[in-house]
C-alpha cells in the first residue's frame, strides 16, 4: 500500500497551514489539518483551510516528483476534463 515519505508529509503540513482562513479554530488546534489517513496523508481542516487551494498547491509540490503524481494522478485527471469540458 502506498504510505507517504515523512518529507512530503512534512511538505503537507506546510501547505496546510499556509492555506488556512482563520487565525484561530478549535477544530484543528491551527494546524490546518485534523488527522492522518492509512495512507499517512493530511486529513485537512475544513472549518478553517481553503481546500480548493492547498490541493492546487499540493498538486504543483506533486508534478515534482513521478512517484507522486502516479500516485496521485486523479487530482491531475480531474482539471483535464474540467478544462475540456469549458472548451
Ligand atoms: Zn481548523
Redesign the pocket.
Known sequence: MFILEEKHLNEAKKIAEAN?K?KS??????????GYTPENLLVL?????DIDKAVEDWKNYVSQFPELKEHFEDLFKENEEETQSEN
Open positions: 488556512r482563520k479554530c478549535d477544530n484543528c488546534y491551527d494546524r490546518g489539518y485534523v481542516c475544513h472549518k478553517c483551510v
